[in-house]
């Protein structure tokens, strides 16, 4: 079993920045993919930004240039560098990650999600 746990959202002011983790701990071999998605009230769930293993990163067109993801494989951990924050980034932080597991199957896992608010 692989779990994924988020952290570091908060309330901030406009203009500023947080940093969210997400670390992943359990029986894991590898994991291939990590991305962070965001949910706002009454939206649907939406890709923000991803890292794969060589690093390659994507990230939606409302935060290019804003938010930068990274990953350190020997912690099996994911952040996302939110600067410039503006009230519309304001939303539930969701983890993914497809997790190679020791029982050598994949799976996808999401982490319990966690709020970031950014007032105006």
């Known amino acids: 079993q692989v779990q994924l746990v988020e952290s570091g959202g908060g309330l901030v002011q406009a203009g500023g920045s947080l940093r969210l983790s997400c670390a992943a701990s359990?029986?894991?071999?590898?994991?291939?993919?990590m991305g962070w998605y965001r949910q706002a009230p009454g939206k649907q769930r939406e890709l923000v930004a991803g890292?794969?293993?060589?690093?390659?990163?994507n990230y939606a067109d409302s935060v290019k240039g804003r938010f930068t993801m990274s990953r350190d494989n020997a912690k099996n951990t994911g952040y996302l560098q939110m600067n410039s924050l503006k009230p519309e980034d304001t939303a539930v932080y969701y983890c993914?990650?497809?997790?190679?597991?020791?029982?050598?199957?994949?799976?996808?896992?999401w982490g319990q999600g966690t709020q970031v608010t950014v007032s105006s």
């Open positions: 993914n990650a497809y997790v190679l597991g020791s029982n050598r199957r994949s799976n996808e896992y």
């Open positions: 359990g029986s894991i071999l590898r994991i291939s993919r």
């Open positions: 890292i794969i293993g060589g690093g390659i990163t």
